[in-house]
């Protein structure tokens, strides 16, 4: 049923929930737990750290703290534990995003078998595989990404030790670099504009010439589609291009999402077919591709982003996050009066199936004559 995207009915009688097709935890992220847990337990008597959270939920990160785990860094790259009070007995996990290759030769120095213990998803490493093969036809990699994400920070250096390198992290940055492509701005600009996001020794007059587009894998399809031809269509322009000749300047690749995030975007945009009262969006918040989940229901329905079944306080007033302003917000009457009330639901990629069940249930507990779950399944 890959092709089908319908949502999953699940009728109860006053309360109807539609859960996406495609939902919830992906390869890499139960790649990256297994290896996780498996080190821990043959491994017992060893100090273990996670270079920074495994995956982006809090769930998850709590039960390998409650391990012993420890993190060095946070999610910002902000470190915990000095990389020198660690010694070559200890175990380091990469997480599934992957890393830079300074903390990776800095971890070897230090005699960590890194190898060993990497969770880094195959679908990260794919993105660094196509930056390599773009680096080596000799085109700068213009990656969109979150800047201080931790898989475009490793990303970000596994193509900045191939080629010229830049970071953009949204459609409003990307006509301000066609600007510069475009000679409409003044080169001596770009480096206070894109502080941080361009490699050593870029030179903005010249490494922007030959461009190819990757993406860090969590982004919005279509986002990453707009930005990807807002460049072409710059290069186009700057070198009278034609069909036949685009590929001068402009490397043709596809984007560089991942089967997960693909899946769990065509699954929403399916979702929303069915007319519905609002949208619940299951993830941590600091969670990528889960924001971008929220930011495909919010421009249909009424859509709340929560991480738990806590986070519904009653069948009144539920607690959600708002990811632009990073704030949690109450919010009153959230179902509406009417029966049967539908509820679109669907999680992130790194959310377990359990949190998804212990809010369905919730919700329809706030119902006195619903069927049963087992009725429903049936
Ligand atoms: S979201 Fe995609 S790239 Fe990230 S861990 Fe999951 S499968 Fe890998």
Redesign the pocket.
């Known amino acids: 049923m890959k092709k089908d995207f319908s949502p999953t009915l699940l009728d109860f009688g006053p309360i109807q929930i539609f859960l996406a097709r495609h939902f919830g935890f992906?390869?890499?992220?139960e790649n990256?737990i297994d290896i996780a847990f498996r080190t821990i337990e043959e491994n017992r008597g060893k100090r273990i750290f996670l270079l920074s959270e495994m995956?982006h939920n809090p769930q998850v990160n709590a039960d390998l703290l409650a391990s012993g785990v420890r993190f060095l860094q946070d999610n910002t790259g902000n470190q915990i534990i000095p990389f020198e009070d660690l010694t070559s007995e200890d175990i380091v996990l990469i997480p599934?995003?992957g890393t830079t290759l300074h903390i990776e030769q800095k971890l070897k120095a230090i005699g960590i078998q890194v190898e060993k213990y990497n969770t880094t998803?195959?679908?990260?490493e794919k993105v660094w595989n196509r930056s390599e093969a773009i680096a080596k036809n000799n085109y700068t990699i213009i990656i969109h990404g979150k800047p201080t994400h931790e898989?475009t920070r490793a990303t970000f250096s596994h193509a900045a030790a191939t080629a010229p390198s830049v970071v953009v992290k949204d459609m409003k940055q990307t006509i301000e670099l066609a600007k510069y492509i475009l000679g409409e701005k003044p080169a001596e600009l770009f480096y206070s504009e894109f502080k941080n996001q361009y490699s050593e020794n870029f030179d903005v007059t010249k490494d922007l010439e030959r461009i190819g587009v990757v993406n860090q894998?969590?982004m919005l399809a279509s986002d990453t589609q707009a930005i990807a031809d807002y460049l072409k269509e710059a290069m186009i322009a700057k070198y009278n291009l034609t069909a036949e000749t685009v590929k001068n300047h402009f490397a043709d690749t596809r984007d560089t999402l991942?089967?997960?995030?693909n899946d769990n975007q065509s699954a929403v945009t399916g979702m929303l077919q069915v007319p519905a009262d609002l949208a619940i969006v299951v993830g941590g918040y600091n969670s990528s591709?889960t924001s971008h989940l929220v930011e495909l229901c919010e421009e249909k329905l009424p859509t709340y982003f929560i991480s738990s079944e806590e986070k519904i306080l009653s069948g009144k007033t539920i607690m959600h996050y708002n990811f632009k302003t990073k704030q949690e917000l109450l919010t009153e009457n959230y179902l509406p009066g009417t029966e049967p009330v539908k509820i679109l639901i669907t999680s992130g990629?790194?959310c377990p199936d359990a949190l998804v069940e212990g809010i369905i249930k919730k919700l329809i507990s706030f119902f006195p004559a619903t069927k049963s779950v087992d009725e429903v399944l049936n």
């Open positions: 992906c390869y890499g992220v990256a995956i599934a995003f998803c195959p679908f990260v898989e894998t969590t991942c089967y997960a995030t591709n990629a790194s």
